[in-house]
């Protein structure tokens, strides 16, 4: 178990981060660019000012995780162990990444780019979208209640087509609700 360590500027797409149980350690300005994190196990860990976009993170376990300013480009986090699963993104890119069927209940996405991103048959109960970019961001019969859009761009999802039971959409968004309609509003 490796606790209480900080890795600055460190590269791990060469020399892979060794498999152990990372608790309170904190990631600064590392590269991680597919690499392979398989089986990796982080516990309250921060990632700052990280590129981990293709990584490999099959079985990795993110518990209580928060990524800020990150590249997370095409990530497939439905691969991570679910057990505990708990993360915070702020003003990270997480562009053609996927959530496929995760639980991401409470989730804050803070200032994230979301381009892309698939959010099929997720649980996204209580997600917050904060200031969060969702341009052709999929969501298929995902769960969107009590989600906040508020303050979402570029969103447009089919109402028919998922649970939205209490959702919370600005004035001004209202129209990503309508765009499988193939309406014009003006």
Same mark, same amino acid.
């Given at each position: 178990?490796?606790e209480d %360590?900080?890795?600055?500027?460190? /590269?791990?797409?060469?020399?892979? *981060?060794? $498999? +152990?149980?990372?608790?309170?350690?904190?990631?600064?300005?590392?590269?991680?660019?597919?690499?392979?994190?398989?089986?990796?196990?982080?516990?309250?860990?921060?990632? !700052?000012?990280?590129? $981990?976009?293709?990584?490999?993170?099959?079985?990795?376990?993110? %518990?209580?995780?928060?990524? %800020? /300013?990150?590249?997370? *480009?095409?990530?497939?986090?439905?691969?991570?162990?679910?057990?505990?699963?708990?993360?915070?993104? +702020? +003003?990270?890119?997480?562009?053609?990444?996927?959530?496929?069927?995760? /639980?991401?209940?409470?989730?804050?996405? &803070?200032?994230?780019?979301?381009?892309?991103?698939?959010?099929?048959?997720?649980?996204?109960?209580?997600? !917050?979208? +904060?200031?969060? /970019?969702?341009?052709?961001?999929?969501?298929?019969?995902? !769960?969107?209640?009590?989600?906040?859009?508020?303050?979402?761009?570029?969103y447009s &999802?089919?109402?028919?087509?998922?649970?939205?039971?209490?959702?919370?959409?600005?004035?001004?968004?209202?129209?990503?609700? &309508?765009?499988?309609?193939? $309406? $014009? !509003?003006?």
């Open positions: 178990m490796v %360590q900080n890795f600055n500027k460190q /590269d791990f797409t060469e020399n892979r *981060l060794p $498999i +152990n149980d990372y608790e309170y350690c904190t990631f600064t300005s590392c590269n991680f660019s597919n690499a392979f994190l398989n089986s990796v196990r982080f516990l309250e860990c921060e990632f !700052i000012d990280c590129n $981990i976009s293709s990584a490999n993170i099959l079985g990795s376990s993110f %518990q209580d995780v928060t990524f %800020q /300013d990150c590249k997370m *480009l095409g990530l497939h986090l439905e691969s991570c162990d679910a057990f505990g699963f708990s993360v915070q993104f +702020n +003003n990270s890119n997480l562009n053609h990444s996927s959530f496929y069927q995760m /639980d991401l209940k409470n989730t804050e996405f &803070l200032g994230v780019h979301l381009g892309n991103v698939d959010f099929s048959e997720a649980d996204l109960s209580g997600v !917050i979208f +904060n200031d969060c /970019d969702l341009k052709h961001a999929v969501f298929s019969r995902s !769960i969107l209640e009590l989600t906040d859009f508020r303050t979402a761009i570029n &999802l089919n109402p028919e087509n998922n649970r939205m039971k209490g959702a919370k959409f600005s004035l001004e968004g209202v129209s990503g609700l &309508l765009n499988h309609h193939k $309406i $014009i !509003i003006e």
